[in-house]
């Protein structure tokens, strides 16, 4: 019996409208506990394959009739045969084509607004590892930041708005994704900028990232000014865009602030961290609409499927804005972290151009959910 498939894109647009979805979870328990698709009126049953490759028969009665029912594995495969079995025993059933595997992969572009002199800026969600990126557009060019390693979402998309990629930034020296950023630069000849701070051990060429830096996209007056928040890392450094949008990195979330620690200087860079939400940020327009690197929980995806909130209310909203007691600060960014991303030393030498490796080793080292953010 022939099942269809649901793609990533289809799964995500189910998320943005808040759709009702059954998912059937087949790989083992550690690995749906650390990381699955999640969505606001999704349910789910996790079931390993090893215990349904026989039959379905004593999971039937936790699958509803009245639903869709989505069965996911790790690559697309386990998912089929369980879904098969669904189908025969009477559920309206689908798998994820590609599995876990494409879902982290997925980017999901979403226009964030137009700016005042003329473009638009994008945001591409990665809805399954919580990472975003962004295109900022005017008069047919376009800058991309924090650019995740399947860049050809990016040139795909540029080509269909007709627009020519000329500049490529990192916020910062990545380490829970490998960056595209530079591949991406390569590949359209564009600009690849890096704050310095960060690249002191990189072993390629970039244009160096400074406080004050003012890049023009298109003959407009659309400038991205950079500006330096350390905290994340030593180099962390802000942009904003068009004197409306404040891309914030890894520095502040929507619903939580970065995290000092995975360079291994947790008590050295988190007097940096407040330096920069407490003062630098401060100086800021309150009206700025803040785009960060990261989502951490589904929560914080707007109607639309943005993440994206004004600067006012975060500090109005986000507990990590509002600790007045430096010492309650500094407990709450050392002692209050995730487990560290997966690899993350890895990614951060081939972010710094020390190793490569193939396609297939670059997505096990980024399974998983993001851990950038403090609890």
């Known amino acids: 019996m022939t099942v269809n498939n649901l793609t990533s894109k289809e799964v995500t647009k189910k998320i943005f409208n808040k759709e009702e979805l059954f998912i059937l979870d087949v790989r083992n328990v550690n690995n749906f506990t650390e990381w699955k698709i999640e969505g606001e009126n999704f349910n789910y049953l996790n079931a390993p394959y090893i215990e349904l490759k026989d039959g379905v028969e004593g999971i039937l009665d936790k699958i509803p009739t009245d639903k869709d029912v989505l069965v996911v594995c790790a690559k697309g495969r386990s998912s089929i045969m369980v879904a098969e079995m669904l189908s025969e025993a009477?559920?309206?059933v689908y798998s994820l084509e590609g599995g876990m595997t494409a879902w982290s992969e997925?980017?999901?572009?979403?226009?964030?607004?137009?700016?005042?002199n003329g473009g638009e800026i994008y945001q591409f969600v990665r809805i399954g590892k919580g990472c975003l990126s962004y295109m900022v557009v005017s008069n047919g060019e376009a800058?991309?930041?924090d650019a995740a390693r399947m860049t050809n979402a990016y040139l795909v998309f540029a080509d269909r708005i007709d627009a020519k990629i000329t500049h490529v930034f990192d916020t910062h020296l990545h380490a829970d994704h490998i960056s595209g950023g530079r591949k991406l630069a390569e590949e359209t000849n564009a600009t690849y900028w890096l704050p310095p701070k960060d690249a002191l051990d990189v072993t390629f060429d970039y244009q160096p990232l400074e406080d004050g830096n003012e890049v023009l996209i298109g003959d407009t007056a659309i400038k991205i000014h950079a500006?330096?928040?350390p905290g994340h890392t030593i180099g962390s450094t802000s942009f904003v865009v068009g004197e409306q949008f404040l891309l914030s990195g890894d520095i502040l979330f929507i619903d939580s602030i970065g995290r000092p620690d995975l360079a291994g200087l947790a008590e050295d860079w988190v007097g940096d961290l407040r330096e920069s939400l407490y003062k630098r940020y401060k100086e800021l327009s309150g009206e700025l609409i803040v785009l960060p690197a990261h989502f951490m929980i589904i929560d914080e995806l707007n109607t639309d499927g943005s993440v994206a909130g004004k600067l006012n209310t975060l500090y109005e909203t986000n507990h990590g804005l509002n600790i007045e007691d430096e010492d309650e600060f500094r407990k709450l960014v050392t002692e209050n972290l995730p487990a560290q991303p997966n690899a993350y030393q890895e990614i951060r030498?081939?972010?710094?151009?020390?190793m490569n490796t193939d396609e297939e080793t670059q997505r096990e080292m980024e399974m998983g959910p993001n851990r950038c953010a403090v609890r």
Do not use: F, Q, T
């Not at 997925?106 to 005042?116: A, M, N, Q, R, T």
């Open 106 to 116: 997925h980017l999901e572009p979403v226009k964030i607004g137009d700016l005042k």
């Open 227 to 229: 500006y330096y928040s």
């Open 90 to 92: 009477g559920r309206n």
């Open 349 to 354: 030498e081939m972010n710094m151009g020390k």
């Open 143 to 145: 800058a991309i930041i």
